[in-house]
């Protein structure tokens, strides 16, 4: 029903900026972004809910990364700064499903999942 692609990643050096973007066909609700590196758990990175209204970020990006949404062209962005070699990993963009699920820090509870962008951060 969903599909979501993201787009934006590539290859900076650390303390530079990327803007990640999720393009959305189909309806989303609250979203979130994840990341990840082989051999690991997929990580929370940030959150946004159905409206805009509420954003969450995990402590590790909290203060560089900024979440938003704009709902008119079904797309969520992701605003990183101050990137570390430490925030190297796919990232992913995801909704869940339904307007009466709220936002999560848990990357079981979100139904639809792009293909995720690759950030690579050179020291």
């Known amino acids: 029903q969903v599909q979501l692609v993201e787009s934006g990643g590539g290859l900076v050096q650390a303390g530079g900026s990327l803007r990640l973007s999720c393009a959305a066909s189909?309806?989303?609700?609250?979203m979130g972004w994840f990341r990840q590196v082989p051999g690991k758990e997929r990580e929370f990175v940030a959150a946004?809910?159905?409206?805009?209204?509420?954003?969450y970020y995990a402590d590790s990006v909290k203060g560089r990364f900024t979440i938003s949404r704009v709902n008119a062209k079904n797309t969520m962005y992701l605003q990183m700064d101050s990137l570390k070699p430490e925030d190297t990993a796919a990232y992913y963009c995801?909704?869940?499903?339904?307007?009466?699920?709220?936002?999560?820090?848990?990357?079981?509870?979100?139904?639809?999942w792009g293909q995720g962008t690759q950030v690579t951060v050179s020291s």
């Open positions: 189909g309806r989303t609700y609250a």
């Open positions: 995801a909704s869940r499903k339904s307007r009466y699920d709220s936002v999560s820090y848990y990357y079981t509870e979100y139904d639809y």
């Open positions: 946004i809910s159905w409206s805009g209204g509420n954003t």
